[in-house]
């Protein structure tokens, strides 16, 4: 059986999508680095605060790229529980937006926006 040796952590393993992900444009059409590799730097990826995305729904007019916002989590179970937080819109979809954050991972709960 081919062996395939994962580029991040130097293990060896049989060439086949249980233990790699495919990958149309790669050599043998498996990625180079392991699905456990993978995983691992796709959790690290999400918990980078500063590159936390949000998405919010119903964007209303007004809205652009680039600019500077707030936006609110209402809190639950009550109301004294909501949170504010500034960040900046990267990125405007018919329905969503998406927002970049310092220093908040919970940032897919926040769903008012406001431009500052
Ligand atoms: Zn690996």
Redesign the pocket.
Known sequence: METKV?T????KFPATTEYFYSNKKAKYGLHS??K??MEEHKRKNFSVREMVGIAIEDVREGFEVGQKVKCTRYGKPSKEMSKTIKGKIIGKYPHHALVKLKNWKESFQYTDMEVL
């Open positions: 994962c991040k952590c130097g293990r680095s392991c456990v590799c």
